[in-house]
């Protein structure tokens, strides 16, 4: 099981690969290959590639034409290899050749578009999609169909706003951007003002930035600031169902797994690597190359670089309640434990 | 409070019931109901059952007409009882006969389809509905407002898509599945390839597949393979905003509860019951009839059936906190015992 | 970085301010301002609020025309103040004025009305909305483009739906409620029985209701009853992605924070505050003024107010790793500790 060429239904010798992804080839360079599969999948007329080392077990079975890897997994492996020093960047570049075609530029006739939208040169907008007044599409912009822009957001150049996305007035988006299906980008942040007997909504009044680059996952929310803005520095990558919270702030290249929660006003610096599930405090800093592991929760400022966390791995469950039921007298066992120690 | 029978205004007696239910009755079967209601609220027309055993002691004060329960529930009962050996599911094929019709087959006016889309007999498409080119919707199959269906999806007969659902290309669902309001199906993966100094997007190519009568919850995503594809087996139940990853495949009759996040490659064996809000690692194995307690998190392969669980139920938050400090000086306080115990 | 006045762009003397929001002002009452800021960002053209303590410290070097704080915070603060006795209800009112004025009121031209819908006075319908047979709109009240409403909902007066919210048949909102857009009001719920050999779904028959002055946030679902009905009480505010399943009832003025669970049958009491990504099983009991911290599991009814949590704050990798391990034999750690006692 894998992809074949879908765009261009063509077949490349490896060494045409190998110039074109600029990597060196060991084994023959006639051998033609036409798609892509997994080490443990692909046929002979496929590449391959081994990025994960708890699949190098599989090099020795597979049946690909030809597996992209390092140098160091070259020198056990017999079969055709196209060297690379990040073999996982050498395939996504190949990978790139199966993408298809985008739709034709063009506006559907079922699309609603305000006459005081600006649209560029190239644009496609889905059926049923609409586009609010103000608004301004950059060249080349894909809107997919039942997408909703409020008014006067502005979409820069290249980016890709996949179907069903809800867009919020005034949110400003980078260049190659990708927006997954059922994204909402600018929605109300959760503030709340307790007035004697009940609640009191406190007006959202800020907009939400995306820097170029970044990539926004099906499902995920993001809330405008309330007063100033939710920002997303230039490639940050999340993951679908991510919730970011008003007036949060993440900083470049950092990427984040899917079902985190962010909460309001905190600070996320750049290069850092969270994990699924994780949940962080309002009102914190995040420093640079944090890494969290999945299911974390943060409740104070994280100022120093490196990996954190907090969650437990599953055990069986009887054994696990018994360590509960131990973990919820640890203080008495603490203390006791003192006692003995001054006796 | 209870549901009246919508779709055929009716009565039945008991008997009649008993019969069409294939229980036995155990009362009077002349007594006539038309209606179904929970243990606590139901009157005398109304039937009620009783399942979990949490709520056994409502059996003696119900003024329901009937209920449904087990044997061993029968004895210690005076009322009329329809005798299950499974009354849950007795319940459910009862509550079949309040289904309301669904809406009669047909393509809204406003539903865009393109033409060479292949549509099955007794098919209806809901307003404003985006069926892409290349896809074929077997015979009755239900496509619900606002859905949009991108090309080549292959959806199998008596199929039901609620509203506002999102299908990626070339998506492949069986039959009798249920798929509820704002999921999305077959969204890109979240790969990503570290390119020095920045990310570089890895295409996702593979697809999806739903097997035969599974079900998925409302705003749920899972993501198409990256190469291969994501498989869901048959019978699989998801329920509300879970995250299947790319890759993932979950075997026949597993049922997993919302908020559950699965990362990617995993495989999810048959007959697992997976609480909610789980967080399982991605490239792990996990075999058949694994019970995962909820807000578990999976980081190894599970290997042998059994029951899982890693979360803590709350606690007093003063309490919970002074445990918390310990837990954090645990590895100290291991090594001081084991120091005094050599001592 | 502020918000200058939309609706009405125009300034307003401190005092005239203060006499509007009736506080005390502290300062010169000649002072003009036009906009909203943060204590950091704000110009002297602008309001800033203090509320959150953690903030106090940016007092000192405020450049805020006037600052928005309690009697306290005034004493040691020389600049302008508008002194409340609830500053962020106060700043809450100013906001309320920078809101901008909803689209006028009207059905475009792309939205689906069925003929048998009734819609009131001032109603405001997006494009491409869909409204199902049998609804009732009441006065003012907002649909936001791309929403499906199916048969029978009801939907009081001055209430708004954001863009693309979905809301099943025969759920009723209040009045003022405010609902943000990819929300699933009223899906199926996860009712499944197990059938031998395959599970059996369990028609999902009742109902959802939301009361007066309540709000939903970005693509939160909320499930419909399965006999009775999904509650939510007057004043209940949910945050984005939050899953409530059938059958729970929350009481009044209860607030919940993004990305937590409730399971079925639960029933959560008023004033209570649930913080971010919590867990809460089914068939509980939760008091009334319950605070939960955040990412915390209820597995057991909780009958006594106070606060509650079971969460763990992150630590560096490696010693939370040695932690665990301690954790996982904790049981055995006791019993040891039991045995060197007697001894």
């Known amino acids: 099981m894998g992809t074949e060429?879908?765009?261009n239904p063509q077949q490349w010798t490896l060494g045409e690969l190998a110039g074109r992804l600029d990597v060196q080839l060991q084994g023959d360079q006639h051998?033609?290959?036409?798609?892509?599969?997994?080490?443990?999948?692909?046929?002979?007329?496929?590449?391959?590639?081994?990025?994960?080392?708890?699949?190098?077990?599989?090099?020795?079975?597979?049946?690909?034409?030809?597996?992209?890897?390092t140098e160091q997994d070259a020198q056990e492996f017999n079969g055709n290899c196209l060297i690379?020093?990040?073999?996982?960047?050498?395939?996504?570049?190949l990978a790139d050749w199966f993408v298809p075609e985008p739709q034709p530029a063009g506006i559907h006739d079922s699309a609603v578009v305000d006459d005081h939208a600006i649209i560029g040169q190239g644009v496609q907008i889905g059926a049923n999609a609409v586009i609010g007044p103000g608004c301004q599409l950059g060249r080349n912009v894909q809107i997919g169909a039942g997408c909703v822009l409020e008014s006067d957001c502005l979409v820069a150049d290249d980016t890709v706003i996949m179907a069903k996305?809800?867009?919020?007035?005034?949110?400003r988006i980078?260049?190659?951007?990708?927006?997954?299906?059922?994204?909402?980008?600018?929605?109300?942040?959760?503030?709340?003002?307790?007035?004697?007997?009940?609640?009191?909504?406190?007006?959202?009044?800020?907009?939400?930035?995306?820097?170029?680059?970044?990539?926004?996952?099906?499902?995920?929310?993001?809330?405008?600031?309330?007063?100033?803005?939710?920002?997303?520095?230039?490639?940050?990558?999340?993951?679908?169902?991510?919730q970011i919270a008003h007036n949060v702030e993440i900083g470049a290249h950092t990427a984040i797994a899917a079902c985190?929660?962010?909460a309001?006003?905190?600070?996320?610096?750049?290069?850092?690597?969270?994990?699924?599930?994780?949940?962080?405090?309002?009102h914190l800093q995040i420093a640079d190359r944090i890494t969290l592991t999945g299911m974390s929760m943060?409740?104070?400022?994280?100022?120093?670089?490196?990996?954190?966390?907090?969650?437990?791995?599953?055990?069986?469950?009887?054994?696990?309640?018994r360590n509960i039921a131990r973990l919820r007298q640890l203080d008495k066992l603490w203390r006791r434990l003192k006692r003995t120690d001054k006796q």
């Not at 007329?45 to 034409?65: I, M």
């Open 264 to 282: 309001g006003s905190t600070k996320i610096g750049a290069y850092c690597l969270i994990g699924g599930a994780c949940g962080i405090g309002g």
């Open 5 to 7: 060429s879908g765009r």
């Open 174 to 242: 980078g260049q190659r951007v990708r927006v997954h299906p059922g994204a909402v980008l600018g929605s109300d942040g959760f503030g709340l003002a307790w007035n004697q007997d009940h609640w009191k909504k406190v007006p959202q009044l800020g907009g939400l930035q995306i820097g170029d680059d970044c990539e926004i996952g099906a499902n995920t929310t993001i809330d405008r600031g309330s007063i100033g803005n939710t920002v997303l520095h230039q490639d940050v990558r999340l993951d679908n169902q991510i």
């Open 31 to 69: 051998h033609c290959v036409s798609g892509i599969g997994t080490l443990q999948n692909a046929e002979p007329h496929q590449v391959a590639f081994l990025a994960n080392p708890g699949y190098r077990k599989q090099l020795a079975d597979t049946s690909a034409g030809a597996v992209i890897l």
């Open 298 to 321: 943060v409740t104070h400022s994280l100022r120093i670089a490196g990996s954190y966390g907090s969650a437990i791995p599953a055990a069986p469950e009887k054994i696990w309640h």
């Open 260 to 262: 985190t929660g962010i």
């Open 165 to 171: 996305t809800w867009i919020g007035p005034n949110t």
């Open 84 to 93: 690379s020093p990040a073999p996982y960047v050498s395939y996504a570049r």
